[in-house]
């Protein structure tokens, strides 16, 4: 009862408050994809390579980029020198973000100035193996999450994950509440000031529709 109370003093209505009182009582997630796959059965999750879910991503970050909203931000790279490779392009994102946050094996956290803050990854930790780009914004949110099969040993280019991906409100906020309960154990603080950022969930309507239709459109376009 005392959650609901400070959600509703954080401005959120009654209805969404209980929903995220509950969801904040349940075991912490520590996998984004298996979260999803968990909360939301309805979402099929397709078969890529690597080099397919490169132009996907691109994709994601242009689509969130040439909207320039506040929102809150989340990536997982896996690897340190896979994020370094895409800092230039995250500290773009990030420029507009009112939170913005990557997981990869970083030695430390670490809040670097106009860039995403950076949270370790425990070497057991199942976004070891993950890839994700969740957007929450007020007009538009985004969701990719991606699984990288055990046992591959084809070159880097070519190993291949299973991924799912989203522009449905409700599924955004699902990936953004999972994302920061993750986030909460090694980074509480930045998770607490992100979780009182981030838009509770609309209702799907033609905004959503436009926002599938040209985060698509982008997809096919960067992967011809």
Known sequence: MLKVVRLRELGLSLE???VRALHTAEPLQTS????????????????VQKRSLIAISRAFEDECAVR???GVLVGSFQREHFYRASEPRWRELARTSLTALVFADFERFCEPPGAPAEIPLERTSPLQREWAIVWNGPGFGACLAAWERPGQESPADGR????????????VWEATTIALGIASVPAPDLAARARAQFEEPRLPGAETLRAATSLTNRIVSYLA
């Open 160 to 171: 291949v994950f299973e991924a799912i991906w989203t522009v449905e409100p409700q599924h």
């Open 32 to 47: 984004l994809f298996a979260g999803l796959r968990s909360r939301l059965p309805e979402l099929s999750p397709w078969i």
């Open 68 to 70: 320039a909203e506040p």
């Open 16 to 18: 969404a408050a209980i």
